[in-house]
């Protein structure tokens, strides 16, 4: 899950781990979360940081992710960082693709990000990885 602990995706992240999935929450490292503390104690996921922005410093966090919880099967994207969005999600395909399955859920607030998610189910038809997109209220 991409997002900050407190919003949407930070919840979404809580809960899933708390039915018993699997779960890694990547925060952007670039901002600072008041109020929020580091999580890391208390948090039922696996919380890690980095910049979005910095395509290798995603790569890093998706290797690790799949190191301490096993091969990604789905991402759901709550940023509000595109870059969060394509790096976050480009990287966890490649073994999507490569087990035949997978979905990526993408809550969008703006155009890019539709265009995005809306491209990538089209590339992605028939090639066993679902795209979902959700567009929420800016």
Same mark, same amino acid.
Request: charged share 20%; proline share 8%; glycine share 0%.
């Given at each position: 899950v991409t997002s900050r602990p407190g919003d949407l995706g930070g919840l979404i992240a809580r809960r899933a781990a708390e039915e018993g999935a699997? $779960? @890694? #929450? #990547?925060?952007?490292?670039?901002? =600072?979360?008041?109020g929020e503390g580091d999580g890391r104690e208390s948090a039922p996921y696996l919380r890690l940081s980095c910049d979005p922005g910095v395509r290798s410093e $995603?790569? @890093?966090a998706i290797r690790e992710i799949e190191s301490r919880i096993g091969? /990604? =099967? /789905? $991402? /759901?994207? @709550?940023t509000s960082s595109l870059w969060a969005t394509i790096h976050a999600t480009l990287e966890s395909l490649r073994g999507m693709a490569e087990r035949g399955r997978g979905r990526v859920v993408n809550i969008v607030s703006h155009v890019p990000g539709y265009g995005f998610s809306k491209g990538l189910h089209a590339q992605l038809n028939g090639l066993g990885v679902r795209v979902t997109t959700v567009v929420s209220a800016p």
């Open positions: 699997r $779960v @890694a #929450l #990547l925060c952007d490292s670039t901002r =600072e979360y008041p $995603v790569q @890093a091969p /990604i =099967e /789905i $991402v /759901i994207n @709550a």
